[in-house]
């Protein structure tokens, strides 16, 4: 039996070239690529049509959109059409954003668990095809539903997948979604305290740890130069244990580390600002953290991952060879 694999595309690669790797992953067998959506650069939900629109087989997730700016109705009928375009390929992988980003923008995040229970469940009911009328706090609906009338009125198979961080938001993941989307930038062994409230959200509502899919997102910078693949991958944990303090701080870095990194960079950080700063993290936090060096290298800490609860590890190819990276994991 092959073994799960994803691709995670971000902003790194022209968009014309991503859909090229998409297809290659598809032909070496890779199950599903993920769009992602964090910084203001690069939405997920037009690359993800594009993917569908030029592939057969590959599933497309996003990874992972967020549940403040698009309202349920919208989020529901976008959803809904990437689903027209690919039927039961789509993956809807939803977070809860991340500050300073969303307060820069005009977004309070306040009571995120409240708010992302609501976007779940209504979601779901709407992709059910359901007439939904709901009143909560962030979320009030009277008598809506899908209105499709040209085109499939059968419930929709998107599985939603939360992209959890924190303790609460995890637990609550097992509890109310069809899996988790595990973060990157975390040690293998950091998945062992998620496996447990996991479990822990599943005991609620009886669910078994077995069907939780439990998908993680992995940097992994493969180059055939072992010191080449670091660099690459050094460069990217620069800007991201600034930018995402919550990442940070899973990733077990030093708080005055981060603080350093900060005072260099500004936001948005420039490539100059970033290669400045860049000798500041340590070769062993990418080895702890990331999947990155020579082929060998890349796969057996990927394995890691998969030991320590990842279904289906999504790599993130931070630069260089993406295909070099796809034929290192190629399952045919």
Same mark, same amino acid.
């Given at each position: 039996?092959?073994?799960?694999?994803?691709?995670?595309?971000?902003?790194?690669?022209?968009?014309?070239?991503?859909?090229?790797?998409?297809?290659?992953?598809?032909?070496?067998?890779?199950?599903?690529?993920?769009?992602? %959506?964090?910084?203001? !650069?690069?939405?997920?939900?037009?690359? #993800?049509?594009?993917?569908?629109?030029?592939? $057969?087989? +590959?599933? /497309?997730?996003?990874?992972?959109?967020?549940?403040?700016?698009?309202?349920?109705?919208?989020?529901?009928?976008?959803?809904?059409?990437?689903?027209?375009?690919?039927?039961?390929?789509?993956?809807?992988?939803?977070?809860?954003?991340?500050?300073?980003?969303?307060?820069?923008?005009?977004?309070?995040?306040?009571?995120?668990?409240?708010?992302?229970? %609501?976007?779940?469940? !209504?979601?779901?009911?709407?992709?059910? #095809?359901?007439?939904?009328?709901?009143?909560? $706090?962030? +979320?009030? /609906?009277?008598?809506?539903?899908?209105?499709?009338?040209?085109?499939?009125?059968?419930?929709?198979?998107?599985?939603?997948?939360?992209?959890?961080?924190?303790?609460?938001?995890?637990?609550?993941?097992?509890?109310?979604?069809?899996?988790?989307?595990?973060?990157?930038?975390?040690?293998?062994?950091?998945?062992?305290?998620?496996?447990?409230?996991?479990?822990?959200?599943?005991?609620?509502?009886?669910?078994?740890?077995?069907?939780?899919?439990?998908?993680?997102?992995?940097?992994?910078? /493969?180059?055939?130069?072992?010191?080449?693949?670091?660099?690459?991958?050094?460069?990217?944990?620069?800007?991201?244990?600034?930018?995402?303090?919550?990442?940070?701080?899973?990733?077990?870095?030093?708080?005055?580390?981060?603080?350093?990194?900060?005072?260099?960079?500004?936001?948005?950080?420039?490539?100059?600002?970033?290669?400045?700063?860049?000798?500041?993290?340590?070769?062993?936090?990418?080895?702890?953290?990331?999947?990155?060096?020579?082929?060998?290298?890349?796969?057996?800490?990927?394995?890691?991952?998969?030991?320590?609860?990842?279904?289906?590890?999504?790599?993130?190819?931070?630069?260089?060879?993406?295909?070099?990276?796809?034929?290192?994991?190629?399952?045919?």
């Amino acid at each position: 039996m092959a073994d799960r694999v994803a691709l995670y595309l971000q902003d790194a690669h022209n968009l014309r070239d991503g859909l090229d790797y998409v297809r290659y992953a598809e032909k070496r067998g890779f199950e599903a690529v993920w769009q992602a %959506e964090s910084r203001l !650069v690069r939405d997920a939900i037009v690359p #993800m049509a594009a993917y569908a629109a030029v592939t $057969e087989k +590959i599933k /497309v997730g996003s990874g992972v959109i967020n549940n403040w700016t698009r309202n349920i109705g919208l989020l529901a009928a976008t959803f809904l059409t990437l689903d027209d375009l690919a039927p039961d390929r789509i993956i809807c992988g939803i977070g809860a954003w991340w500050d300073p980003l969303a307060k820069n923008v005009g977004i309070d995040r306040r009571k995120p668990l409240l708010a992302m229970k %609501e976007t779940v469940t !209504v979601m779901k009911r709407l992709l059910n #095809m359901e007439k939904v009328t709901f009143h909560g $706090e962030f +979320i009030h /609906v009277d008598g809506i539903e899908l209105d499709v009338v040209h085109g499939r009125r059968e419930p929709r198979n998107v599985p939603i997948m939360i992209g959890a961080t924190g303790d609460q938001m995890m637990e609550m993941t097992g509890e109310i979604a069809d899996g988790v989307v595990l973060n990157y930038c975390v040690a293998p062994k950091y998945n062992e305290k998620a496996m447990s409230l996991l479990q822990s959200g599943l005991k609620k509502v009886n669910k078994t740890f077995e069907n939780l899919d439990r998908p993680q997102l992995i940097v992994c910078s /493969v180059d055939l130069d072992h010191d080449k693949a670091i660099d690459t991958t050094r460069g990217l944990l620069t800007q991201y244990l600034a930018q995402q303090p919550h990442i940070a701080k899973a990733s077990g870095v030093s708080e005055d580390i981060v603080r350093e990194i900060q005072s260099i960079l500004g936001w948005p950080a420039t490539k100059e600002q970033i290669d400045r700063a860049k000798h500041l993290v340590p070769e062993q936090l990418i080895l702890d953290i990331t999947a990155s060096g020579t082929p060998d290298e890349a796969r057996k800490k990927v394995e890691e991952y998969r030991k320590y609860g990842c279904t289906c590890p999504i790599l993130y190819p931070v630069g260089g060879d993406v295909k070099l990276l796809i034929d290192t994991f190629a399952q045919q």
